[in-house]
Nanobody
Framework: QVQLVESGGGSVQAGGSLTLSCAAS????????MGWFRRAPGKVREGVAA????????DYADSVKGRFFISQAAAESTVYLQMNSLKPEDTAMYYC??????????????????WGQGTQVTVSS
């Protein structure tokens, strides 16, 4: 059974940092494409960051480029999202996702097989 478990969310003031973790189990992590998504209240879920299997390529939404960084520790089957210079508009539920196949559009919702339950990030001004 595939499980993706996010952690690391919380409340932080604007300008602060948080690191989210996503621990994966039940799948061959080294062959998985991983992504982070978020859904703010009243908005659709959007892709934030993604990495290919092996972590040699990363993709970011324009809104987080230069502030968020995705990385992975294959030996621990874990993917991370380092979030710096947080803004109130980053407030959202953040979700980890995994895919078993290649995609030319790694920040698209529909390009992932598996999803975690989410972790809340709240940024106050």
């Amino acid at each position: 059974q595939v499980q993706l478990v996010e952690s690391g969310g919380g409340s932080v003031q604007a300008g602060g940092s948080l690191t989210l973790s996503c621990a994966a189990s039940g799948l061959p992590f080294i062959n998985m494409r991983m992504g982070w998504f978020r859904r703010a209240p009243g908005k659709v879920r959007e892709g934030v960051a993604a990495t290919n299997s092996g972590g040699t390529r990363t993709d970011y939404a324009d809104s987080v480029k230069g502030r968020f960084f995705i990385s992975q520790a294959a030996a621990e089957s874990t993917v991370y999202l380092q979030m710096n210079s947080l803004k109130p508009e980053d407030t959202a539920m953040y979700y980890c996702a995994a895919a078993t196949y290649y995609s030319d559009n790694p920040l698209a919702n529909y390009e992932y097989n598996y999803w975690g339950q989410g972790t809340q990030v709240t940024v106050s001004s």
